[in-house]
């Protein structure tokens, strides 16, 4: 079993001592005997722990959707403020930080760019540079590996709370290497550190870590939801159910004006390896087409080395589409506090993809355009990696 940042913390007696902490973490954020973070800290470093911080679906995990708030509430455990940033602010603010010297960051990320935990971190970096703070963060596994990049580089104009940074959806870091990229390459110029894990190889999957699974969100129940999610959750931009309101989130898609036969012939011409559509009906009990039957599929994972979530979503998506266009619709704003631009656009990170897919672009044609901007992503990030293949 790998041992992550938060169990080799005893490595920042002399960074930490005297200093005030607080910790960015929610429910998931424990060590492999399910000791929360905030209780490791405390019994290392004490009083010295003064606060904590919770990013979105709040500190318990509590909260659905996206744009449900969380309030600032007081740990029923150990007495401490917990700062919500899904709430009144997504950045910390100056009177949040002068409860502390040193922010450590040691939450569970799922390697893709949409997913919101990214960019709290970063907002927290952004408020750390300026109020003259430092951050240190625990490092963790990133569940879908990190050997395969997937994707299209996000563009400018797209830029949102589900996508600061020019990186593709699946970018192969870990959240601490996600960190020395970001701090340096996007030009925030925190006072940084990180505590990295031993044992941990890129190749890793989430199950290869013998680590135990805790849900960073309500809709990520299991490593295998997060294997998916790199491409399914392009349908939160759509009127599609992104299975929501199921047993399994993000592995089942579908609606009521879907129809299997249609569908299955287009995904028949693309290579979509690793993976089994399997043909069913589903009723979600919340989100989308509540109490309705949908028609749809579960996304099997059969090959997780081969697989690739973000191709065989956007075949999906493009199948749906042009088979059902009188149907097929985007959702309409807001969605994660933008207000004008479509949510379809904000998780895709292009607005020329869409466009490209609604015109019927081959999927396969559109990954050789991409190829030169993730190369140049690779060469960026290759410095700031910590672990090897």
């Given at each position: ?83 919500s940033l899904y709430g ?24 893709t760019r949409v997913y ?61 290497e996600l960190a020395l ?209």
């Amino acid at each position: 079993m790998i041992s992550i940042g938060l169990e080799n913390i005893a490595s920042l007696d002399a960074t930490l001592k005297g200093k005030r902490l607080g910790v960015l973490c929610n429910q998931a954020s424990t060590d492999n005997k399910m000791q929360h973070a905030r209780d490791v800290i405390k019994d290392r470093f004490g009083d010295r722990l003064c606060c904590l911080f919770s990013p979105q679906h709040g500190f318990f995990s509590e909260k659905q959707d996206n744009m449900i708030e969380s309030d600032h509430v007081k740990d029923p455990v150990s007495g401490l403020p917990v700062f919500s940033l899904y709430g009144e602010t997504r950045k910390p603010t100056a009177t949040m930080f002068e409860h502390i010297d040193v922010l450590l960051i040691d939450i569970v990320d799922v390697g893709t760019r949409v997913y919101t935990f990214l960019y709290t971190m970063a907002y927290c970096m952004e408020a750390a540079a300026e109020h003259g703070k430092q951050i240190v963060v625990l490092d963790r596994p990133n569940p879908v590996g990190c050997q395969a990049v997937e994707g299209n580089i996000l563009q400018d104009d797209c830029s949102s709370f589900v996508g600061l940074y020019p990186i593709p959806m699946r970018h192969g870091m870990t959240f601490a290497e996600l960190a020395l990229f970001i701090n340096t390459e996007c030009g925030i110029g925190a006072d940084l550190q990180v505590v990295p894990m031993q044992g941990y190889e890129r190749s890793m999957l989430f199950r290869d870590t013998g680590f135990p699974w805790v849900a960073p969100s309500p809709n990520m129940p299991t490593p295998e939801t997060a294997l998916v999610y790199p491409g399914q959750v392009i349908w939160e931009g759509t009127n599609c159910s992104e299975g929501r309101g199921t047993c399994l989130p993000f592995e089942l898609v579908g609606a009521p004006f879907w129809k299997h036969a249609p569908i299955l012939e287009r995904l028949s011409a693309v290579d979509l390896p690793g993976c089994y559509f399997r043909p069913l009906v589903f009723q979600p009990t919340s989100g989308k087409w509540a109490e309705q039957v949908c028609t749809g599929f579960q996304i099997h994972v059969t090959d997780q080395e081969t697989f690739l979530s973000y191709r065989t979503s956007l075949v999906l998506l493009q199948a749906v589409m042009l088979s059902f266009p009188e149907e097929f619709s985007y959702k309409e704003p807001p969605y994660e506090y933008e207000f004008e631009r479509l949510p379809i656009d904000l998780i895709l990170g292009d607005k020329v993809l869409r466009k490209a897919l609604e015109k019927g672009v081959s999927v396969l044609d559109l990954e050789e355009k991409w190829k030169l901007q993730l190369d140049t992503f690779l060469e960026k990030r290759e410095k700031y990696l910590l672990y090897v293949a």
